[in-house]
């Protein structure tokens, strides 16, 4: 009898253990899954374009960014992408909101990439030192600023690190702060609500495209997915070696429609 009450008693313990290796076994085919068929759609676009193309997305359910490019060792201009860096070191840097005119530059900076209100701003961050500082304290290592804002180097993955601070926590800075960069991000002009919104209806964005040398044109976007069911992700993509601005455009919403389909 006393046996009997014995193995009873344990056996909840067994019960709780294996349903702790159900979770586990769960959760690992979720990452693996989302990280497979991701890089299986992505390198039908990635390594059958002639273009230089790199893509990063970071999944708050996995809590992992991943990553695709056909071009690993290159570093990608930001081009206007560098507007949401340049606004997010100005924030911290003072550490205080924005004066009204300072948020009246800030507007025409990211919701109509004014170029002019950039160097306003950019200069009032310190140029091309507050800039990499800014790069520095978010630690984006293979981000390197440029006196001429728009040739600053980078690369996704560093974007999303940036993207992560805005829209998902951030040590560095402030809940007002965070708003101040998302709610701009999130009016774009509707001209220029192309690239990472393809096949959206809920996004924060800020694109970037320049014609430029060897590069031909250089086009870039970045920003924040949240879809019909709640889940969410940050996105950056970058291009360049591109004919024309709509080849890059077309390789961009390519990328953003097979990523949405997944994440969803």
């Not at 809590?63 to 071009?71: C, I, L, Q, V």
């Not at 999130?186 to 959206?200: L, T």
């Amino acid at each position: 009898m006393q046996r009997e009450q014995h193995i009873h008693r344990r056996r909840p313990r067994w019960i709780l253990i294996i349903l702790l290796v159900l979770v586990v076994i769960f959760g690992l085919h979720h990452f693996l899954s989302t990280g497979a068929r991701l890089k299986t759609n992505w390198n039908k676009i990635v390594y059958t374009s002639s273009d230089n193309v790199a893509i990063a997305v970071y999944s708050p359910k996995t809590h992992r960014t991943y990553t695709s490019t056909n071009a690993p060792k290159h570093k990608f201009h930001t081009a206007s992408t560098v507007k949401v860096s340049i606004l997010a070191g100005l924030l911290l840097k003072q550490q205080s909101p924005l004066s009204s005119n300072q948020l009246s530059l800030a507007k025409e900076m990211i919701e109509q990439s004014d170029n002019d209100a950039t160097t306003t701003l950019f200069d009032e961050l310190g140029g091309q030192e507050g800039l990499q500082e800014t790069f520095n304290k978010f630690g984006m290592k293979d981000s390197v600023a440029h006196k001429s804002w728009g040739l600053t180097t980078t690369t996704p993955a560093d974007q999303i690190k940036l993207l992560n601070n805005i829209f998902y926590q951030s040590k560095l800075l402030s809940s007002q702060e965070r708003s101040t960069i998302r709610n701009l991000m999130s009016n774009v002009e509707s001209d220029q609500a192309w690239g990472i919104s393809a096949g959206s209806d809920n996004f924060a964005i800020k694109n970037g495209w320049l014609s430029y040398g060897s590069d031909d044109w250089i086009v870039n976007s970045i920003g924040y997915i949240k879809n019909n069911n709640g889940t969410s992700y940050t996105i950056a993509v970058y291009t360049d070696n591109n004919n024309s601005m709509t080849t890059g455009q077309q390789t961009i919403e390519q990328l953003a429609r097979t990523t949405k389909s997944i994440m969803e």
